[in-house]
């Protein structure tokens, strides 16, 4: 069974930042994507950032250049995120698509609030 948490949520700021995590485990198989998405009230969830086990990567365009999508060999995945405004305020949820296995998984959610 896998399973994402996250971490790193909370207040900040307009123009702080800051970093998520998001730590996988259970049987994950390559190949595979991971990501983070994010849903505000009243809206759609919509993808922030995608990342394979190949490492490349894909942005909305709303967070280009502001935000980094990381992961490493032990199948984790970070979102660093920089000049943070006040419509990034969200529920960011990580994601894991086995592609082979055609599963898709979905951590709990963390809260990212930016006001002043």
């Known amino acids: 069974q896998v399973q994402l948490v996250e971490s790193g949520g909370g207040l900040v700021q307009p123009g702080g930042s800051l970093r998520l995590s998001c730590v996988a485990s259970g049987s994950i198989f390559s190949p595979y994507t991971m990501g983070w998405f994010r849903q505000a009230p009243g809206k759609q969830r919509e993808l922030v950032a995608t990342?394979?086990?190949?490492?490349?990567t894909n942005y909305a365009d709303s967070v280009k250049g502001r935000f980094t999508i990381s992961g490493d060999n032990a199948k984790n995945t970070n979102l660093q995120m920089n000049s943070l405004k006040p419509e990034d305020t969200a529920v960011y949820y990580c994601?894991?698509?086995?592609?082979?296995?055609?599963?898709?998984?979905w951590g709990q959610g963390t809260q990212v609030t930016v006001s002043s």
């Open positions: 994601n894991l698509v086995l592609i082979s296995a055609r599963r898709v998984y």
């Open positions: 990342i394979t086990d190949g490492g490349t």
